[in-house]
């Protein structure tokens, strides 16, 4: 199928900008079999579904003389979930009807409303808009959707999984009878089934999306990684690939900003996107990114919907996906419009089970392989240097002036020596990685204890984040309670209700008996009972884990179906030693705890440093 029997605006507009022939969806909308009726139509992101659905409204939009009619009612309205689809659908709609006159009003969050009230007073013939602004303009009375023949929901799914179900009810509710809608959805949960039985009539479903769900054009890679060396392997990935355009997925805007400033840090050109970005700093991030200034996006999932980079070539899922439809859209960024692309996943040692699993489910083959090494990133830049140097160039007279004078200084191999050297030092330098086998990340695991630290001792004290436990006042507690340094304490890990931390075993026992000596000592509070504890935390896991033994009781045992005490509990000693307090028959430190929410009292202490904390009265 060709584009030959379209209005001839269209047709003109589409060989302009390079269209030879519809996509799969393209070509399904415009059958005749489609001609006129509501459409569910499932597709692929980046499969051209904003010119398939523009090309579908053409039958409502094209009047007798094949221009769009002018009028105050707009005539069509697409709505999408975010300000990013909302404005490229816009873009793409601006060119496909710019020579057939329509006028085209974005309502979209975070732009001047009152700007886009006196567009819609204007006479647009198509709007297009997120959920909650085209609602406040409906409440208002701005927008009228009274000669509303066509209403279009791109990503319907993504709009409902936002909360905009309310929101899009009042404004179909709003719509005459007779309209026609076009709801297109990538996927087709429950809720958009639902949602189509209520607004449309004999629809037709339409479906592109083939068995190959991970998208033809775009190759899919599983990379295997340690959990600590996540950025090292972004780097690594990066600095293989040079990509023209690459985007980073991660699931918070936390780690977007921390993985942006590493990255920022390391020397790459990179932009954030996230919810906590406003709308001019998001286009300003997109225009770098198109400019060229930026080659790096690092973005959260719903901050990039709508994102259309052509020069887009490497999408790194740097957070494991929710889910296959998740993972679906973030890799659509890349592989549009007949280009290639690849989508690399992170996954972490203990997570590759549950990534498989998903890829099962997606039908998607990826090759599991491991991060790049320096040394095949090396070989990659040789290759690609090699390319750019000997690729012909157009020089003018004052390069050649200038080329004859450093030929004149220097031999032609100290100049390409120097030219070699330049462009290396312009690039990030590539991060050594574990190998990706169980005696390397074994051997790695060991040498990154710090030194002193190779054989410890676990000690556990009966305070945790329940009682708003932190190294800044742990630390000093230690070293006062105990007589050592701070270089002399090792890892901390804090519970809920108790913490654990790790001293060499060559001042344990020194460490022990200080301990005990200063906790008679304490004037200001009941001090906080520290303890030797073998097994550390691991053990403690372990022993809180194990289920208890169910089964008939002995003969002659008494049964307890109630509760196993009646009265006050009596645990006795603890089995790893007697506790220590600071008054003979004092009562354990911290009974119940602080009030929640509350601070201690201790805290820091302006003539003596840190205080054990006491609870509140």
Not at 3 to 27: C, H, I, M, S, W
Not at 255 to 262: I, P, Q
């Amino acid at each position: 199928m060709t584009f030959n029997d379209l209005p001839p605006f269209l047709g003109e507009a589409l060989a302009e900008r390079g269209y030879e022939k519809p996509t799969a969806v393209q070509a399904a909308v415009i059958e005749e079999g489609a001609a006129g009726r509501d459409l569910i139509v499932s597709a692929q992101t980046g499969s051209g579904k904003t010119v398939a659905f523009g090309l579908a409204m053409a039958e409502q939009l094209l009047g007798e003389s094949g221009s769009v009619p002018h009028g105050i009612a707009p005539l069509a309205l697409v709505i999408a979930p975010t300000r990013e689809l909302a404005l490229q659908v816009s873009r793409e709609l601006m060119w496909l009807y710019g020579k057939a006159g329509a006028r085209i009003a974005t309502c979209v969050g975070g732009m001047d409303a009152s700007k886009e009230r006196r567009s819609l007073r204007g006479g647009a013939q198509i709007v297009v808009g997120t959920p909650g602004r085209l609602r406040d303009h409906l409440e208002r009375g701005a927008l009228d959707l009274s000669s509303l023949k066509a209403v279009v929901l791109d990503e319907a799914d993504e709009m409902l999984d936002m909360g905009f179900r309310e929101d899009l009810e009042e404004i179909l509710d709003a719509t005459p009878d007779g309209r026609r809608t076009l709801l297109f959805s990538a996927t087709m949960p429950k809720s958009i089934v639902s949602l189509a039985k209520r607004y449309q009539r004999d629809a037709l479903r339409i479906s592109t999306v083939g068995d190959d769900r991970g998208h033809g054009d775009i190759s899919y890679q599983a990379v295997t990684v340690s959990p600590s060396e996540i950025e090292n392997a972004v780097v690594n990935l990066l600095r293989f690939h040079e990509a023209e355009t690459a985007m980073l997925f991660c699931a918070t805007r936390e780690n977007v900003r921390r993985l942006h400033s590493t990255l920022q840090e390391r020397g790459f050109t990179v932009v954030a996107l996230s919810g906590e970005h406003s709308q001019q700093e998001r286009n300003q991030a997109m225009q770098a990114m198109r400019d060229r200034r930026a080659r790096v996006c690092v973005a959260t999932d719903v901050a990039a919907r709508g994102i259309d980079l052509p020069t887009l070539s490497l999408v790194i899922h740097v957070e494991i996906p929710r889910d296959a439809e998740a993972l679906q859209h973030r890799s659509g960024r890349t592989g549009r419009a007949g280009k290639k692309g690849t989508a690399v996943i992170l996954v972490p040692y203990p997570k590759r089970k549950r990534v498989e699993s998903m890829l099962r489910g997606a039908k998607i083959n990826a090759e599991w392989i491991g991060a790049p090494t320096p040394q095949e990133i090396q070989k990659q830049d040789r290759e690609r240097l090699l390319t750019a140097l000997l690729a012909p160039v157009e020089v003018d007279e004052e390069d050649r002036a200038l080329a004859q004078k450093l030929m004149a200084e220097r031999t032609p191999e100290d100049i390409a020596a120097a030219l070699v050297h330049a462009h290396r030092a312009s690039m990030p330098q590539p991060e050594e990685l574990i190998e990706n086998t169980p005696e390397a990340r074994k051997a790695a695991q060991q040498e990154r204890h710090r030194p002193g630290f190779e054989d410890t001792v676990w000690f556990r004290m009966d305070i945790g984040r329940r009682q708003n436990a932190d190294p800044r006042w742990l630390l000093p507690l230690l070293c006062r309670r105990g007589h050592i340094t701070r270089n002399e304490v090792g890892a901390i890990r804090i519970g809920p209700s108790e913490t654990f931390f790790q001293v060499p075993r060559t001042i344990a026992d020194k460490f022990d008996d200080a301990i005990q000596r200063t906790a008679q000592s304490e004037e200001d509070g009941e001090p906080v009972l520290i303890v030797r504890d073998e097994g550390g935390p691991r053990e403690q896991a372990r022993n809180n884990s194990k289920p208890h033994r169910k089964g008939p009781p002995r003969p002659g045992a008494p049964r307890h179906d109630g509760p196993r005490h009646d009265g006050p509990r009596h645990d006795g000693p603890r089995p790893d030693g007697p506790r220590t307090y600071a008054k003979p028959g004092g009562k354990p430190p911290f009974k119940g705890g602080p009030k929640k929410g509350g601070p201690f009292k201790g805290g820091p202490n302006k003539s003596s440093g840190f205080k054990d904390p006491k609870p509140q009265a």
